[in-house]
């Protein structure tokens, strides 16, 4: 039973949005049972925004559960020794305001700072809830960079949650990149479908299917997000052609279990979405409470080998840092270091040869 239930069938999408709660008093009145001590939870929302919007909110079925703890400030985010804000140097990676360039035929484009819940566990905590939505003039500076880079083949939106956008600037931003010639395809990052499905509207899936081939890789972290609402949305986008992968991230509370992961990637099949990467989480700053070790995705891996259909199982890949790129985690690509490195680290090989150091 959800016991939380004030979900309204009937609500647009951003009357959902504008009932987010967003304060330790909302938190309060809402879920009682949330409290830490007073202004534990306000201290943490200052440093780190809330928000948490109502049909989030209903999937939450008691204290601590999975749902609760991606989305519920907790303490420790701010206990995050160690951790560094940007540990991939994405901001060092950035040729023009907005755009991360580190592999040579795909650039990431971060389009908005804005999300339809603010996830505790976010690898760009540093934007979530803090940046702003491009404008035109970025727009321009970013497809100019774009047009003149002819290695330049896929441009992923990402954020923020692009699909908040208005539709309007979305669309805008789709033509541009669209028209540049050497851009094959466009691909989206996105966790609305999952955490505010009622955006995926047929008026923003008519806008959509006009940009094919277009792939939209969703966040889905596990299988109590796949709501009707949820696997309704995924549908009217599979049903338009746009090709839906999901990008799961392996959380301490969540997710770190075979058994979860198996019924969530079952789950996901079920509803056309391919499972595409397993992530393990980087080591962000304010997010260290969520991590686990690197021999839990392992078994989580072997967990699901066989168990599922193949289709079913993603890659495993975590983003070395220092802006090395992803790598496949698997026991044949890691060793323990031999001691060199500053701490107890494994030694990683990325796509090029070079060697990364992976604390532990
Ligand atoms: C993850 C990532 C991509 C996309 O990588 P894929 O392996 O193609 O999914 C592109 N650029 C940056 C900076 C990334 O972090
Ligand atoms: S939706 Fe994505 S970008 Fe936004 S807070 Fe969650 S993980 Fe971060």
Redesign the pocket.
Known sequence: MRIYSTRDENASWRQILAGSVISEEQLNKYLPFARASAGEIASVAKQYPMRINPYFLSLIKAPGDPIAR?VIPDPLELAGCGAIEDPLTEDLQSPVDNLIHRYPDRVLFLVS?????????????R???VKHSVHSSDIEGVVKYIRRTPAIKEVIL????PLLLKKALLEEILLQLKGIQHVQRLRI????PC?LPQRITAELVDLLRRFSPLYLNI?FNHPDELTPEAIRACEMLANVGIVLGSQT?LLKGVNDNPDIMVDLMEKLLCCRVRPYYLHHPDPVRGTMHFRVPVETGLDIMKGLRGRISGMGIPQYVMDLPGGGGKVLVSDAYTTKSPGKAPCKALVIKNYTGKSFYYPL
Request: charged share 20%; net charge positive; proline share 0%.
């Open positions: 991606q700072g804005q999300c339809a819940v603010y996830c505790r566990h976010c690898m760009r905590k934007n979530a809830g990402s954020g923020g949650d990052h996105t966790r609305v955490v966040q991230v």
